[in-house]
């Protein structure tokens, strides 16, 4: 089953549920920002993405300049606890199939992943 991480309140997010549905695509929902993530979970995103957690995290957010990471963009441990902590600066969505996955932005990209 494939599966969505987002957070209904962005667009983005929401139009990326709106393609799953109009393709008649089942999906699990992940709010992450309400349920949080793990690090084994960041690290097996990160895999399908295949992508280091410095290309998934929103770099102008805020938090991110506030904890000085983008000082620490090499350090991939530490991004990933940052994630963990302030599940925010994530990229969204991610959308996981089996052992692939992207981020949706914009959310036409799905076309091309479905």
Do not use: C
Not at 85 to 106: F, Q, S, V
């Amino acid at each position: 089953m494939l599966t969505i991480y987002h957070n209904p309140q962005w667009s983005k997010s929401r139009k990326s549920v709106e393609i799953l549905k109009e393709k008649k695509i089942e999906f699990q929902s992940v709010e992450y920002i309400k349920k949080g993530l793990t690090k084994d979970e960041l690290i097996s995103i990160s895999k399908k993405l295949n992508l280091r957690p410095k290309d998934f995290i929103r770099r102008k957010d805020k938090i991110v300049t506030e904890l000085g990471l983008e000082k620490e963009l090499e350090n991939d441990d530490k991004i990933l606890d940052a994630i963990v902590t302030y599940p925010k600066i994530l990229e969204r969505p991610i959308i996981i199939y089996k052992e692939k996955a992207i981020i949706a932005r914009p959310a036409e990209l799905l076309y091309d992943f479905l």
